[in-house]
């Protein structure tokens, strides 16, 4: 321990500042990615929000915004200013320009994150079915399907993990139970109509 106050007395004040920053920064970083791994609940703050404009409103925040002013971005620009710091500090003697590059990373690491944030939003998916989402899908007949539009019967298709059953009709002859199908359009909101493969 006495070996690191003496390396931390030693540094430059400017690099003192930087050090201290980016350590302090790594340290809750690691603190919140351990607690967002366990399951421990979001613990940003704050009322200033940023809209990506992805047309959703949805995000990994609550409240359908990523927070741009928030505990945890805040530690991101924390992070990126005291290593964007640290590591410019040997190529960049000028303690002004040193400092706005430092800034600039810390910028670039917070837009990285709310990247990122929001691209794993892109991939997340919330299981609602819409019948639009039937179209294309091949389905078995659960209960025969009358010809020429003469009457309903039913169909199953897996979607996403769970088992759909909807009503079915076709243009063309009936076709029995345990038949294949294709959807080829919704009618009337709650209707697929298919074909028979």
């Known amino acids: 321990m006495e070996t690191i106050t003496s390396w931390y007395n030693a540094l430059d004040?400017?690099?003192?500042?930087?050090?201290g920053i980016a350590i302090f920064a790594s340290g809750v970083f690691l603190i919140q990615m351990v607690m967002t791994f366990i399951g421990i609940g979001d613990i940003d703050g704050g009322d200033a929000d940023f809209d990506l404009g992805d047309g959703?409103?949805?995000?990994?925040?609550?409240?359908?915004?990523?927070?741009?002013f928030s505990v945890r971005n805040?530690?991101?620009?924390?992070?990126?200013?005291?290593?964007?710091?640290?590591?410019?500090?040997?190529?960049?003697?000028?303690?002004?320009?040193?400092?706005?590059?430092?800034l600039l990373t810390g910028c670039v690491f917070v837009g990285v994150f709310l990247f990122l944030f929001s691209q794993m939003h892109r991939l997340e998916h919330d299981?609602?079915?819409?019948?639009?989402?039937a179209v294309g899908q091949v389905a078995d007949v659960y209960l025969r399907i009358p010809g020429e539009r003469q009457g309903e019967g039913k169909?199953?298709?897996?979607?996403?993990?769970?088992?759909?059953?909807?009503?079915?009709?076709?243009d063309g002859p009936g076709i029995a139970t345990g038949q294949?199908?294709?959807?080829?359009?919704v009618i009337g909101g709650h209707t697929l109509l298919v074909e028979k493969l």
């Not at 959703?56 to 741009?68: A, C, V």
């Not at 410019?88 to 430092?102: E, G, K, M």
């Not at 299981?127 to 989402?133: N, V």
Request: proline share 3%.
């Open 74 to 102: 805040i530690i991101n620009f924390l992070l990126g200013v005291g290593w964007g710091g640290v590591c410019f500090s040997q190529t960049i003697d000028n303690h002004t320009l040193l400092a706005l590059v430092a």
């Open 56 to 68: 959703s409103g949805n995000t990994l925040d609550t409240g359908g915004t990523l927070q741009l």
């Open 127 to 133: 299981g609602t079915f819409r019948i639009e989402d």
């Open 13 to 19: 004040p400017t690099m003192r500042v930087y050090w």
């Open 180 to 185: 294949k199908v294709r959807v080829r359009e």
């Open 155 to 170: 169909i199953q298709f897996s979607f996403q993990g769970s088992v759909q059953e909807l009503p079915a009709i076709t």
